[in-house]
């Protein structure tokens, strides 16, 4: 009995197992040509084209991110441009080799004659380097990997150029120290005069960068900074972030000194403020005393604003009681005749100084006088804005 059941079990067993056996050939059957399918199918194909596509972009980051305008676009630009050139100096009857970019803008506005109250609207021909932007070369490689460490800055001319300056502020330093060791320290300033700073958009153009108002003056602050020093080592660094301006002092008139019966040394200068007249005779040696038509100047003048501008030049010369001065004066009212006084005194005052102070006093507003801005009046079909 117990034999008959082992056997049944058995046979049951057996017959399990073909049958899995078959089911899971049938399943692999199944799946075999399931993955066919799918490789020959729609879906396949934009996994497919997906994953292509995602490679190649990733290959070519440096050929997406290319420059705008390339060097060879820009040449092909200049030639384009010198050939209208030399048509537009024939068109004029002008020489082609002395065709200069004056006589291109005054043929443009003869030829193409516009009314437009923009002039940026205007038809303009110029180089091509003023036309378009420039711009920085690629900051990475092939592998999208950048150049400089500072690229991810944001501005990393910019923050390179900081990065220099404190080098060099460093550097001058330990050079000041040395010479104080040695005892060959000098107290030689440097001379500015003649130059300024570069301003905010000559420094962006330099680094082909945007920077804010506060970026720029921690860089002029930096550079003044490193001026102080004595070393003379970032000399000619710092004069890279100058420019030259042309010293309007040595055009100036500079009345010579004259000397009356007693020998006493004194200049004479005019000046002229809105409808007021002054003319003003300042002794070289006096106790500072100013006298206006034959009145002292503390009754002539009664607002201290007045006396206070009346007094500028000796306050920017540092020359409080060392001068007499007689002021003949008419016209206008006391403001505009204390600036008449004033100009004509600082006039004066430059034949008594040196040319570094009478250039000081220009830059300062002292001897140069100052016009009132015209308001333009634009009438812009029914707006009118003033």
Not at 134 to 139: D, G, H, M, T
Not at 152 to 170: D, F, R, V
Not at 298 to 325: A, I, K, N, S, W
């Amino acid at each position: 009995m117990a034999a008959s059941r082992v056997s049944c079990a058995a046979a049951a067993s057996y017959r399990l197992f073909l049958g899995g056996r078959v089911s899971l050939a049938r399943r692999q059957g199944v799946w075999k040509a399931a993955a066919a399918e799918l490789q020959t199918g729609a879906v396949f194909q934009i996994l497919r084209l997906r994953h292509t596509t995602g490679v190649t972009t990733k290959k070519n980051v440096a050929a997406l991110r290319r420059e705008t305008y390339t060097v060879d676009f820009i040449k092909k630009q200049i030639e384009e441009f010198n050939i209208g050139k030399r048509h537009l100096a024939n068109m004029m009857g002008e020489d082609p080799e002395t065709f200069t970019q004056e006589d291109i803008d005054r043929a443009i506005a003869y030829l193409f004659p516009s009314g437009l109250f923009e002039k940026q609207a205007r038809p303009i021909m110029k180089h091509p380097e003023q036309i378009f932007p420039k711009q920085r070369a690629i900051q990475w490689g092939e592998d999208g990997r950048p150049f400089h460490f500072l690229f991810y800055t944001g501005k990393q001319s910019y923050y390179s150029l900081m990065h220099e300056a404190y080098g060099k502020l460093l550097e001058a330093e330990k050079h000041q120290n040395q010479l104080q060791a040695k005892g060959l320290f000098s107290e030689k300033t440097k001379d500015l005069i003649g130059s300024r700073w570069l301003i905010k958009e000559e420094l962006e153009e330099m680094l082909v960068e945007k920077l804010s108002d506060q970026d720029y003056a921690q860089f002029i602050r930096l550079l003044e900074r490193l001026l102080t020093l004595h070393g003379g080592v970032e000399e000619e660094f710092v004069q890279r972030f100058r420019r030259s301006v042309t010293i309007q002092s040595k055009k100036q008139l500079i009345e010579p000194v004259q000397y009356d019966e007693q020998g006493m040394a004194f200049s004479t200068s005019e000046g002229k403020r809105k409808s007021a007249k002054a003319e003003v005779v300042v002794y070289e040696h006096g106790s500072g005393k100013i006298k206006v038509n034959g009145i002292d100047y503390l009754l002539y003048f009664p607002v201290t604003q007045d006396r206070e501008q009346l007094m500028f030049p000796f306050c920017f010369l540092d020359r409080l009681g060392e001068h007499d001065v007689t002021c003949t004066v008419s016209g206008g009212g006391r403001s505009s005749q204390a600036g008449a006084i004033r100009l004509a005194v600082a006039r004066a005052l430059c034949s008594f100084v040196t040319k570094e102070e009478v250039e000081w006093m220009r830059q300062g507003r002292s001897s140069a006088s100052v016009g009132r801005v015209k308001k333009t009046r634009k009438n812009y079909g029914l707006f009118t804005y003033l």
